[in-house]
Structure formats: C-alpha cells, structure tokens
C-alpha cells in the first residue's frame, strides 16, 4: 500500500507529481511496487489517493495499480493507513506500507522485510538505516494481527506510534545507505543532486 493523500503543505501542493530526473516523484515508489510484484514479495498494490486527485489516480493506474479515495485526507496519515487496510483482500496476512515521497527505497530492503515477517521475526517490521540508525525507517510491514491497532491512530501517526523502538513484536532489519523523504522542495532538490 502507498499512502499518497497527504495534502503537502511544506511543498507547497504537486509534492508527488514534482519531478526528479523527469519523472513525478510517486513513479520511483510505483516502479519499486511493479518489481516487488514481479519478484513475488508482494501479491497487490493500492495507492491511497485524495479526493479529487485525477492526476495521482491516473499515475497509478497507469502503472497498473488500484485506488483507495480518502475523502478526507486533512485527518492524516491515520485515516489514509485505515481506508487503505479495509481495502486489502481477507486473504492477505500483511501490508507493507510504503510512502509516496520516499522515491529511493530499494527492492532488497522490501525482500529484506518480507523474510522477516515469514521468519516470525515480528508483527511489525521496519529497516533500521546504517547512515540513520536514530530514526524510524520505512516502509513498514503490518502483520493482519496489528490491523485493528490502527483505529488507536490519530492525524499523522502510523503503527511506529503503537511499536516504538525496543517494543514486542518490532523486528528491525538492517538496511545499508538511507531513505530520505522529500518534505519541501529544497529536499527534492538536494535529492536530485546527490542522486545525478
């Protein structure tokens, strides 16, 4: 799942459709899901779009990848993670939660929290970055016996909110490098920079 409702006011709005290197920013995380797929860590994908935002819907379906509307995306991340849940099939036993202005998250971090969750590692796993060990790492995979702990979740808080570093049921993968978001558009453009 790809939470990608938020209304980016540090952007200034477009946050996802801005480019970097040609493209709009959500791609990157769009093309990371199509691989995923292929490689078969994942069995589907939906984009938790805004009310209203043809341009986000039409990005994803051109990748091949179902919708999820928030009507009202001002309550936050919360109630994107909540609707994009109900949305997932009874059969599936967890979601990997992907942010959509996170372009540079890599395929062998995904595989490396998918073999986790099948090891029984933890109910929640998330990647601890070597060059930021301090900060909560994405994407985060939920195991389905967490889901309902999500109705607990207020404005912009996710399930890193309910397991905090040292929590039962948190298992943190190690992840070389760094995942850095884009916030504003001075992020955007030092994102392009250090990755021409």
Do not use: C
Request: proline share 7%; no cysteine; net charge neutral.
């Amino acid at each position: 799942m790809v939470l990608a409702a938020g209304s980016a006011r540090r952007f200034a709005g477009a946050k996802l459709l801005a480019p970097l290197h040609g493209r709009p920013l959500a791609a990157y995380v769009l093309d990371l899901v199509r691989r995923a797929h292929a490689a078969g860590l994942i069995t589907g994908a939906r984009l938790v779009v805004a009310a209203g935002d043809t341009a986000m819907a039409e990005l994803a379906r051109s990748a091949g990848v179902g919708t999820v509307v928030n009507e009202a995306p001002v309550r936050g991340l919360s109630s994107s993670l909540r609707l994009g849940l109900a949305a997932l099939g009874s059969d599936t036993g967890a979601a990997l939660l992907l942010l959509g202005d996170q372009p540079l998250v890599r395929l062998e971090v995904v595989a490396g929290l998918v073999g986790a969750w099948r090891e029984g590692r933890g109910v929640v796993v998330r990647p601890r970055y070597a060059e930021a060990p301090d900060e909560p790492g994405h994407p985060v995979l939920a195991d389905r016996s967490v889901w309902p702990l999500a109705d607990r979740l207020e404005a912009d808080a996710g399930f890193g909110a309910l397991f905090p570093p040292g929590s039962a049921g948190l298992a943190l993968v190690a992840a070389a490098g760094r995942n850095p978001d884009v916030d504003t558009p001075a992020d955007l453009h030092t994102l392009e920079g250090s990755s021409s």
